[in-house]
């Protein structure tokens, strides 16, 4: 198991006895509004702490590991994407300057705009794309990363059905095929149904 949870409390949004998240597959959280799955995320890399239980990641308790590290392992995408840098480029770049990796090239970055069906030039002001495009720059920079768990909270969420469908199976089969584990919050039964390898439940 890559996640293992066990009695974990907080606050009165998460209660859950015992879960367990597989590696190498693509696990998709569903459920109602507020039943706490955007928190149950934020907890598996540390940005949340349990007031109860213990979070386990490869059999090692989260309270154990540098929040930091586990970070660069563990990378979340949040519901509303925030920009790291001035332009395209910087932006895609910032998640490799975090990670400590050397930058990427000028064509591993034109792919990887192409992966997520962004078509916008690197020279292009990032605070100038709409909010789906944003949410498609930045699974473009965690692409980069190459992490070994992604953690995405609705990264589709301003996408028509149709782009949706394509961004997400562009981007899965490219960070499956770098090893990654995805865990992921999303409102899409198309999504869910099509590629969750793994679907949790999350009830109020």
Same mark, same amino acid.
């Given at each position: ?6 009695? $974990?409390?907080?606050?009165?949004? $998460? ?6 998240? !597989? ?12 039943? =706490?799955? !955007?928190?149950?995320?934020? /907890? /598996? ?13 490869? *059999?090692?308790? /989260?309270?154990?590991?540098? %929040?930091?590290?586990?970070?660069? *392992?563990?990378?979340?995408?949040? #519901?509303?994407?925030? /920009?790291? =840098?001035?332009? $395209?480029?910087?932006? &895609? #770049? ?10 990427? %090239?000028?064509? *591993?970055?034109?792919?990887? &705009? ?9 020279? =292009? ?9 944003? #949410?498609?720059? %930045?699974?473009?920079?965690? &692409? ?16 028509? +059905? +149709? ?13 499956? =095929? ?12 198309? $999504?869910? *149904? #099509? ?7 999350? !009830?109020?």
């Amino acid at each position: 198991m890559l996640f293992q949870i066990e009695n $974990v409390i907080y606050k009165n949004i $998460v209660s859950i006895d015992h879960m367990e998240i !597989s590696a190498n597959r693509t696990t998709c959280l569903i459920g109602e509004s507020g039943a =706490g799955k !955007s928190t149950l995320l934020k /907890l /598996l890399n540390k940005m949340n702490l349990p007031d109860e239980g213990t979070i386990y990641y490869n *059999e090692t308790p /989260l309270q154990e590991m540098d %929040s930091v590290k586990l970070r660069r *392992e563990v990378v979340m995408i949040s #519901q509303t994407p925030l /920009l790291f =840098g001035e332009t $395209v480029e910087e932006d &895609l #770049q910032k998640g490799l300057i975090f990670s400590e990796k050397p930058p990427a %090239s000028r064509e *591993e970055l034109m792919r990887t &705009l192409e992966i997520v069906k962004l078509d916008k030039p690197l020279d =292009g002001l990032a605070e100038r794309l709409s909010g789906g495009e944003r #949410q498609r720059l %930045s699974l473009g920079r965690v &692409l980069l990363m190459k992490p070994p768990v992604y953690l995405l909270d609705e990264p589709t969420s301003a996408l028509d +059905e +149709e782009t949706e469908i394509e961004v997400m199976r562009s981007f899965i089969e490219t960070a499956k =095929g770098h090893g990654g584990t995805i865990i992921m919050v999303t409102h899409s039964t198309n $999504v869910a *149904e #099509q590629y969750g390898e793994e679907i949790i439940t999350i !009830s109020k």
